[in-house]
């Protein structure tokens, strides 16, 4: 079946890297999704992966590793507004996404 | 004039009302989702319709009932619910099926069953 895990909490200080991981186990692989979603808003796309490596957006990177079932995403030089959940996804064989139950990231000062 | 938008943000109804949940895509997608979003759970998919045609009903309780009267308004009619049913409702939408392309979210309804 599909599965998808990634932690619940994590704790960071502004100005700091911290990265998310994600594992994921599907019947197919058609990529995978971070989204973000800061308290009482929408989830907001931030990456698609479909290819192993690392893919940098600004401060933002995702990385991808197929043969691993893994994935996680780098947020660089940490602001507060970067204090919200990341959540990863990835499409069944129904291209139907599965999500995981999303990561909490809060950024101390 | 946010992608998606859904009203009405909060909803707070009884176990015997009858309400519904709105929402409306700007994007010309095809595909128009709701989802249902709990403290600390996965989100979960309620249904799915592409082009107007539901597509998937993922096992949800009759008392939830969509209706897609054309391909940017999406409707989630509720009876009879639980307090269990209390959460974040999200509606979605597509150019096509979720997992081929990226998904857009509206602000989400928050529910409130008592």
């Known amino acids: 079946g599909q599965n998808i895990d990634q932690p619940t909490e994590m704790t960071a200080t502004e100005g700091a890297i911290v990265q998310i991981n994600c594992t994921y186990q599907t019947s197919g692989f058609n990529g995978l999704f971070w989204y973000q979603q800061h308290a009482g808003e929408a989830p907001t796309f931030l990456s698609y992966n479909v290819l192993d490596g690392l893919e940098e957006k600004g401060r933002f990177s995702s990385f991808l590793s197929r043969s691993k079932g893994y994935s996680y995403l780098l947020l660089k030089e940490l602001q507060m507004k970067d204090s919200a959940s990341y959540l990863c996804a990835v499409p069944d064989s129904n291209y139907q996404l599965i999500w995981g139950a999303g990561t909490k990231l809060i950024i101390k000062p | 004039e946010t992608g998606v938008t859904q009203t009405p943000r909060h909803l707070v109804m009884g176990m015997t009302n009858k309400k519904s949940l709105k929402c409306e895509q700007h994007?010309?997608?095809?595909?128009m989702y709701w989802y249902k979003q709990s403290a600390k759970k996965p989100l979960e998919l309620m249904f799915v319709y592409s082009l107007e045609e539901r597509v998937e009903n993922n096992s949800v309780p009759s008392r939830f009932s969509p209706e897609c009267p054309n391909s940017s308004h999406l409707f989630l009619h509720l009876h009879t619910l639980q307090p269990e049913d209390s959460a974040l409702y999200l509606c979605a939408s597509s150019l096509q099926r979720a997992g081929v392309d990226t998904i857009y979210f509206g602000e989400g309804s928050w529910l409130t069953v008592v």
């Open positions: 994007l010309g997608h095809n595909a």
